[in-house]
């Protein structure tokens, strides 16, 4: 994916402390919407204003022990996966932002939920 999220953007968020995901996920898909390309897909979980939650795993079966994570935002492009969006808002500490980075990092699949 070759485009950019500029300052611009991010600065022109409407930062409510209530819902910090609802209004992140609000502007990803109106910058999309603008982007107007068909092949990106946006994900978001049940926080960020979406119907589900966003699993990733390791391999392409749909299992408790192949799960590897929870993320708030994807997007894809074709149907694979080229952005993780995790927002963090607490506990924000070396252990937590490494540990969630790696999970998501070494996650290969994207299973919507049936």
């Not at 997007?75 to 540990?99: A, F, R, Y």
């Not at 790696?102 to 996650?107: D, K, Q, V």
């Amino acid at each position: 994916m070759c485009r950019l999220l500029t300052q611009s953007f991010w600065n022109a968020i409407p930062l409510n402390e209530d819902n910090l995901h609802q209004s992140i996920g609000n502007s990803l898909i109106n910058q999309i919407n603008q982007w107007n390309n068909n092949n990106l897909t946006i994900i978001l979980d049940k926080a960020c204003g979406g119907t589900q939650n966003v699993q990733l795993f390791l391999y392409p079966n749909k299992t408790f022990g192949n799960k590897v994570c929870q993320v708030d935002i994807l997007i894809l492009e074709n149907d694979e996966i080229q952005v993780i969006i995790e927002i963090e808002e607490s506990e924000i500490t070396p252990v937590k932002i490494l540990g969630k980075f790696f999970a998501s990092a070494i996650a290969k699949y994207y299973i919507h939920e049936d």
